[in-house]
């Protein structure tokens, strides 16, 4: 579902303005993630509102920047360029739940991430290393590094504010944060003089942008971060260039070649190891089963 966000970024420049796409996305998002938890939001609402700065931060962070700012690289830098700089997210989230989460983390998750990050690079220099050295600096580059901090930031926070809300009630009250952060700049960008004219195809965006790679993936990501933990659903991000050539290759008729084979071959296994549990979180499962 995240990886239906890289057709959205190539299509949109033209067509809508970042801001006014981001705002759209998590506005349309919020609103259906409210009308399915409303009675839970209700019900939680006091306890909601004593920490709405931690919504605001965690919107400015996951839908600000990493919504808008990522649709503004995309009309200056290419899509090799923000796959190869967003293959760092996972592991600036892996360093911080170790370091700052004190989550355990065994050799065999950190051989696996290594490895699926290799298969990454394999993937976003298409097989052809040289590459890594031939990269031009732009503009959207330096969002991207920031987005891709900004991302680290949010999995962390998102995991170390604890809340009583489920997961879909907990993303629909960061949508209402992230809308309220969105909203000057969705303005300022729609009262520029060159700022496209709204039509069918804006709205068919903003509409595929909220359901998949907004409520889709953020929900799953938030779940299974919150059952599993940061530093193994951080692994997962790799599989997102993958995921993203086979997109890319189903709706935009981009052509799939070996590199995508060899680096399908290295992130899956990477992968696996990478979600492991550490040996002593499975010693303690078989030591509770054999209790029972």
């Not at 705002?23 to 409303?38: M, N, V």
């Not at 935009?252 to 002593?280: D, F, K, M």
Request: net charge positive.
């Amino acid at each position: 579902m995240w990886a239906v966000n890289y057709v959205v970024a190539k299509i949109a420049p033209g067509i809508i303005s970042p801001h006014v796409l981001a705002l759209g996305r998590w506005s349309l998002a919020g609103l259906i993630l409210t009308i399915i938890a409303r009675e839970e939001l209700w019900r939680e609402r006091r306890q909601t509102l004593k920490v709405w700065p931690q919504y605001l931060t965690l919107g400015f962070l996951g839908m600000l920047i990493c919504g808008a700012w990522v649709y503004w690289a995309g009309e200056t830098t290419t899509a090799i360029n923000i796959a190869l700089i967003y293959a760092a997210s996972p592991v600036l989230i892996t360093l911080g739940a170790v370091l700052g989460l004190k989550e355990k983390f065994s050799f065999k998750q950190g051989v696996g991430v290594f490895i699926a990050l290799l298969g990454v690079l394999h993937v976003v220099v298409k097989g052809q290393w040289a590459a890594l050295s031939q990269v031009i600096w732009v503009l959207g580059d330096g969002l991207i590094v920031i987005a891709m901090v900004s991302w680290a930031a949010y999995a962390l926070l998102l995991k170390k504010w604890a809340s009583p809300l489920s997961s879909t009630a907990r993303l629909a009250a960061t949508c209402m944060g992230g809308s309220v952060v969105l909203l000057p700049f969705a303005l300022a960008e729609w009262f520029a003089s060159a700022h496209p004219a709204w039509s069918i195809e804006a709205a068919a965006l903003v509409i595929v942008a909220a359901v998949f790679p907004g409520v889709g993936a953020y929900w799953a990501y938030g779940f299974c971060q919150k059952t599993l933990g940061a530093s193994r659903v951080a692994a997962s991000l790799y599989l997102g260039p993958l995921y993203g050539s086979l997109v890319g290759w189903f709706l935009l008729n981009e052509t799939l070649g070996v590199h995508h084979a060899i680096g399908a071959a290295l992130i899956l296994p990477g992968i696996y190891l990478a979600s492991q549990r550490p040996a002593e979180d499975s010693n303690v499962k078989l030591t509770i089963a054999q209790d029972a």
